[in-house]
């Protein structure tokens, strides 16, 4: 089983950035595919970035061009750079492993605000 914790929201203005990190312990993360998702108000939390085990990326569309997900497997961390956020990418951003297996097992951080606002 993997413990992870988030950390780097805030309080940022319009066009500006943040970085997300997430530090995994408790289990080997090489094996897992690693992913940031979001959760707005109201609304269902959803996938933003994930960088799987075998070096791939992938990325939600309202995000592509602005987000980038990367892992350093040596420090047992995934980061998200968000650039020119907007007052819509507002929300809780949780950290997920993945465990690939017939019945993926998902493992999730208590998450950290990010409040794009002036």
């Known amino acids: 089983q993997v413990q992870l914790v988030e950390s780097g929201g805030g309080l940022v203005q319009p066009g500006g950035s943040l970085r997300l990190s997430c530090a995994a312990s408790g289990s080997p993360f090489s094996i897992y595919d690693m992913g940031w998702y979001r959760q707005a108000p109201g609304k269902q939390r959803d996938l933003v970035a994930r960088?799987?085990?075998?070096?791939?990326?992938n990325y939600a569309d309202s995000v592509k061009g602005r987000f980038t997900i990367s892992r350093d497997n040596a420090k047992n961390t995934v980061y998200l750079q968000m650039n020119s956020l907007k007052p819509e990418d507002t929300a809780v951003y949780y950290c997920?492993?993945?465990?690939?297996?017939?019945?993926?097992?998902?493992?999730w951080g208590q998450g950290t605000q990010v409040t794009v606002s002036s």
């Open positions: 997920n492993a993945r465990l690939r297996s017939v019945v993926p097992t998902d493992y």
């Open positions: 960088a799987t085990n075998s070096g791939s990326a």
